[in-house]
């Protein structure tokens, strides 16, 4: 008997877990619900625990911190934990705040704002029509996955493929994978999100 | 000077050549007696190759964890740090942008370097061994020696790394502070501060190019329940 309760157990586990590809009806009808709900978005705040995994790394590199994301598309990731620490994007420049040591720094300021880009539309769903990614659409348990993989030369020397988990019925995404071409990746995930809130424009001062 | 202008010299003027000639010659003679290691000065002393141990970087499967701002020229680059002694002579040294993304990763092995990743825009020969040698240079912790030069209850150990020249001070045995050198000048300096053996802070100033790396220890390491 406890063999088939093993089983039993073993299976559900693997249900649970399985990728199922979503059908073309299903697809359209969840697109639709995540844009009507990206219309209906004028800002979000949230916490977020970024963990980067590296293959040789047995802990991973963990920061907490908060986002916010304005009407007028700025963006704030504010590092809080193990260090205070923000950045801003704000009209396609990058403003670092460093315990009060302010800077601007211009190494590849074209690769961060497009990161940026894309974990910010990624946050809202607003994400399905970025021509330089092709999409797959699956049902993970209860979530649903979306796997974009880079189409641009460029960019999928960097960020090889993004996944997005949405909870059941839910608009917004709760976590973003980013995955390096070697196989490393950084989970993002969101939780305490308020939307529509008003933020204060001194948040986006430098 | 060239020959044929050489002969052209007058008495007068091929004696003030040989003068110049001469006095250059004497000047480097005198360097070279007198800067037999860049700034050191002191007694030098022999021994049998013997292991210098500095304390930062030294123990085995710890994972380091820094938060990093790189000045170079005019840019400047933020994100974090890890370095990973894997045994005694293998270790890693990954940069990592803020939001995770691998700036470069490296892995030192029985001496050799090996580039597993470097960002495009760094990827250029120029720039890649430049950072190789810095970064083996401040996350280095053993280094082998046969001559140092004592000055009272300082100690100076000559070394190599990646063919280079390092000096390795310390005081009362203790370890002070570390120089990448020629024999002409010095090429660039780290320095640690530390109450412990896993540094505080690090500073790391080139100076042979513009070049300033700070690092500082991330205050907490998070575990997986957290």
């Excluded at chain 1, 209860?142 to 796997?147: P, R, S």
């Excluded at chain 2, 007058?10 to 001469?22: D, G, I, P, Q």
């Excluded at chain 2, 412990?196 to 790391?204: E, K, L, Q, R």
Aim: aromatic share 12%.
């Amino acid at each position: 008997m406890w063999v088939y309760s093993i089983i039993f157990i073993v299976a559900l586990g693997f249900t649970t877990n399985q990728e199922t590809k979503m059908t073309t009806a299903e697809i359209a009808s969840f697109k639709q619900l995540v844009q009507n709900q990206a219309k209906s978005i004028s800002s979000i705040q949230t916490d977020f625990t970024q963990k980067k995994s590296m293959a040789f790394l047995e802990n991973d590199v963990i920061s907490k911190g908060r986002m916010l994301l304005n009407a007028e598309g700025n963006l704030k990731w504010q590092y809080t934990e193990p260090n205070k620490y923000s950045i801003i994007f704000k009209n396609d420049r990058i403003y670092i705040n460093d315990n009060g040591n302010k800077s601007t720094p211009s190494v590849d300021q074209r690769l961060f704002n497009k990161i940026s880009a894309l974990i910010s539309s990624s946050i809202k769903g607003d994400v399905f029509n970025d021509a330089e990614f092709s999409y797959e659409y699956f049902k993970k348990g209860t979530d649903i996955l979306v796997k974009m993989s880079s189409k641009d030369k460029t960019l999928a020397k960097y960020i090889q493929k993004i996944e997005l988990i949405f909870p059941k019925n839910e608009a917004l995404v709760s976590q973003v994978k980013l995955i390096e071409p070697s196989g490393d990746f950084t989970i993002i995930s969101f939780t305490n999100r308020k939307l529509n809130a008003v933020i204060d424009k001194k948040e986006f001062e430098h | 000077m060239p020959l044929s202008i050489k002969k052209n010299l007058n008495t007068k003027s091929k004696f003030h050549y040989s003068l110049v000639l001469s006095c250059l010659g004497l000047n480097l003679i005198v360097s070279l007696a007198s800067c037999r290691h860049y700034g050191v000065h002191g007694e030098l002393m022999k021994t049998n190759p013997t292991q210098i141990v500095v304390p930062y970087f030294d123990s085995l499967q710890y994972e380091y964890h820094y938060t990093a701002k790189i000045r170079a020229y005019d840019k400047e680059i933020n994100g974090i740090l890890v370095v990973k002694k894997i045994d005694r002579l293998h270790k890693r040294v990954v940069m990592l942008s803020d939001f995770g993304n691998t700036i470069f990763n490296f892995e030192y092995k029985n001496d050799k370097a090996r580039v597993i990743y470097v960002m495009d825009n760094l990827n250029k020969k120029i720039i890649v061994d430049r950072l190789l040698l810095y970064f083996d240079f401040l996350s280095r912790s053993c280094y082998q020696s046969s001559r140092y030069i004592v000055d009272g209850e300082l100690k100076t150990y000559i070394s190599r790394i990646r063919n280079k020249r390092v000096k390795i001070l310390q005081k009362r045995e203790k370890f002070e502070s570390m120089s990448l050198v020629s024999r002409w000048k010095e090429k660039a300096e780290v320095r640690y501060y530390a109450n412990t053996n896993y540094a505080d802070s690090i500073v790391f100033q080139s100076r042979e190019l513009p070049i300033n790396m700070f690092f500082v220890k991330r205050d907490k390491v998070f575990t997986e329940d957290q």
